[in-house]
């Protein structure tokens, strides 16, 4: 019987990527010089499964690569050889290979060996199987060394196969070391009643002529040493093995020799690859979700209480209406509702995951960049229980490795500036995650040497971003860091300071429904404070009207909203309203107006404003009247229909139609508020203007 195995394929990439985040994060814990020995284990652990994984599916590019690795691992934990930084930095750069091999393998494409081959040299020079690139030029004119041949005798005991082991693979992994003649036994094969599929009855001997030396084939079948019985000789050459196949006695009843050579012999096929591409495999999203046991049964649980609560509704549909049916009926539908609200909570709750999964990565991210920058950091991590939307983690995790970055590169100082300044050489960037609200709020924080307000300053008024004579606060100099092509570094690097980025970032983060902002003090530290909604699925929202058609506008950006004081409503330029409201202008946008409805309320006194903020400017939305507040299920039109302006997508309400949900910082750039280029309002130089 011939099993699938490309059906496991999934699971075994799953679990590789999952052993070498653990082997990376156990590497980053390590010391040369005071390792733990149960660290070294855990990394062993996690190469050997994936050696033994790949192998099993014929991923040799993985296997072969992953197996010098796992020596000089086998050879620290036994204390053959002592750890060094330079082991530390090779094995995470072979973390880094093996990602990307096994990335390219799950999108079905030829990986890229370059890096591999590289790698699993230098690990050959550090184990000695293999000379440095000097040596191998000052020996090149030494004689090939002489080939022996060695005589295997390989007998598996009957439950090999049980052990995930396969014979042919091993027979595969010889014939690439030279030229293989082998002979299979069959004798001990049961009559076929008594064959049983799942034990192996076969045994093999092998003569391999090969340069490699013994070790070489014992590495072979280390997988099964205690699985079978397996003895190496040498016979010297293949002549005297020639002399002695002559003299011999004839192999054991049931024997027949197959004379494979090395190009007759071959694994079973691994996955199907396409053809190699230039481009860097996309990184590939998490597919499944682990999903603790008791949240699995609370859902079953709610599903059991819907099955009672709708046989009841069905017994109560087949009774004669009357008032105490009708009574029962209520009763019925409210219970209904309380368990469709608690489904709702609980299937939500499945896709919550600990934002740790985002920490993890920033260990290695910040080793990394603080040895190239030559400054000693420390990296707190606080709050990484705390849970996010699966969907919402993967995507706020580019923009959180942006900002990490431009602390390491700008915020902190060198070791030596922070000696003068008085302070720890090592500095300190902290990450905090926690919940406010209906959010999730992420803090990059650093203790370093905060924003450089004038700089910022001279920077924008020499791109035009500001005029010289303009009046700017502290906060708002400082949040010109996040417009389009703003960078005050000197020098481009492949770490920050491209002029590119922090304008991404926001945008990125305005995408999610959330919102960026930053704090900083000289010679303190800077604070980047990033505030998202748990889920992307559902938003609390409150319904407005507008002449005929109900929109949603979300709660999380609205500030206020009030009846219009027409003595506080000053027209600005031909046809802007603006409200003064506690010594702010708030710009009055006419929702009507921008998406063409007829039939609406105009007069300003006759209608209402919700104040909302986004981008830390306020506008406000005039509609005709406010309904209930209520949470809806996000639709994309993107995947349904096209991208509209000013609309970030849409619900279907409780009577069935289709409500339109305002992206205010959309609806903001489609009425034209925004200078070109710019966070700016047009409506506050304005106001200036006239005032």
């Not at 010098?68 to 620290?76: R, S």
């Not at 809806?632 to 309400?653: M, P, W």
């Amino acid at each position: 019987m011939s099993i699938d195995l490309s059906q496991f394929f999934e699971v075994f990439f799953e679990e590789s990527f999952e052993g070498l985040d653990a082997m990376e994060a156990e590497l980053l814990n390590l010391e040369p010089g005071t390792e733990d020995s149960e660290t070294i284990n855990t990394i062993f652990r996690a190469a050997h499964s994936i050696k033994g994984g790949s192998g099993t599916f014929g991923f040799t590019s993985v296997s072969d690569f992953t197996h010098v690795l796992e020596t000089l691992l086998d050879q620290i934990r036994d204390g053959q050889r002592q750890l060094t930084a330079e082991h530390v930095n090779l094995l995470l750069k072979s973390v880094d290979c093996l990602r990307a091999l096994l990335s390219a393998l799950q999108a079905e494409q030829t990986p890229d060996l370059s890096d591999a081959n590289d790698l699993r040299h230098k690990f050959e020079v550090i184990l000695g199987m293999s000379e440095s690139t000097e040596n191998q030029d000052a020996q090149a004119s030494l004689p090939v060394e002489s080939e022996s041949t060695f005589q295997i005798d390989f007998k598996p005991h009957p439950h090999l196969f049980k052990t995930g082991n396969e014979p042919l693979y091993m027979i595969g992994e010889l014939a690439e070391l030279g030229e293989l003649e082998t002979t299979v036994f069959y004798d001990a094969i049961p009559d076929f009643e008594n064959l049983s599929p799942d034990e192996c009855f076969l045994s093999w001997r092998f003569f391999l002529t090969t340069a490699r030396t013994e070790s070489a084939i014992k590495e072979i079948f280390e997988w099964v040493e205690d699985d079978a019985h397996i003895e190496i000789t040498v016979c010297g050459g293949l002549f005297e093995h020639e002399a002695e196949n002559e003299s011999s006695s004839p192999p054991v009843e049931g024997g027949q020799s197959t004379g494979l050579s090395s190009s007759s012999v071959s694994a079973p096929k691994a996955i199907p690859t396409k053809k190699a591409e230039t481009k860097k495999p996309a990184e590939q999203s998490t597919t499944s979700i682990r999903v603790g046991i008791d949240k699995v049964d609370s859902l079953i649980n709610m599903v059991g209480e819907l099955v009672i609560t709708q046989a009841m509704l069905s017994q109560i549909g087949e009774q004669e209406i009357t008032e105490t049916t009708i009574t029962s009926l209520q009763e019925g539908l409210a219970q209904l509702a309380h368990n469709t609200r608690d489904l709702q909570e609980n299937v939500m709750r499945i896709r919550m995951l600990p934002i740790s999964f985002v920490f993890s990565r920033f260990p290695r991210l910040v080793r990394d960049i603080s040895q190239k920058l030559n400054k000693q950091v420390e990296l707190k991590l606080v709050g990484e229980q705390t849970e996010l939307d699966k969907t919402v983690m993967e995507k706020i995790s580019d923009p959180m490795v942006h900002l990490v970055r431009n602390s390491l590169d700008h915020g902190l100082e060198t070791p030596e500036e922070r000696v003068a300044a008085g302070k720890d050489p090592v500095g300190i960037v902290t990450l905090n995650a926690f919940h406010q609200g209906g959010n999730i709020v992420i803090e990059i924080m650093d203790d370093g040497q905060g924003l450089n307000t004038q700089r910022i300053k001279e920077k924008a008024i020499t791109n035009g971003l500001v005029q010289p004579e303009d009046e700017l606060s502290a906060d708002e100099i400082n949040e010109l860091i996040f417009m389009p092509g703003f960078s005050t570094a000197d020098e481009v690097s492949d770490i920050s300071g491209r002029g590119v980025g922090m304008d991404v970032v926001r945008r990125n983060i305005q995408a999610l429904n959330g919102s960026v902002e930053v704090s900083s003090a000289p010679g303190v530290g800077s604070t980047f404070t990033i505030r998202l909604p748990l889920t992307l699925a559902i938003l609390d929202g409150q319904l407005v009207k507008v002449a005929q058609h109900t929109y949603i506008i979300p709660l999380i950006s609205i500030v206020e909203s009030l009846q219009i004081d027409i003595t506080k409503v000053s027209r600005v330029g031909k046809d802007l309203d603006v409200l003064r409201l506690r010594d702010e202008y708030i710009p009055i946008l006419r929702l009507y107006d921008i998406f063409t409805h007829k039939g609406a309320i105009e007069e300003l006194d006759k209608t209402l404003l919700v104040v909302v903020e986004s981008d830390n400017h306020k506008v406000g939305l005039l509609v005709d009247d406010l309904l209930a507040q209520q949470q809806v299920v996000i639709k994309s039109l993107e995947a349904n229909y096209q991208k509209v302006d000013g609309i970030s997508g849409a619900t279907i309400l409780g009577d069935g139609r289709v409500s339109l949900i305002i992206d205010i910082s959309g609806l903001i750039k489609l009425s034209g508020l925004k200078r070109p280029g710019s966070q700016e309002l047009l409506v506050e130089a304005k106001v200036i203007e006239v005032a």
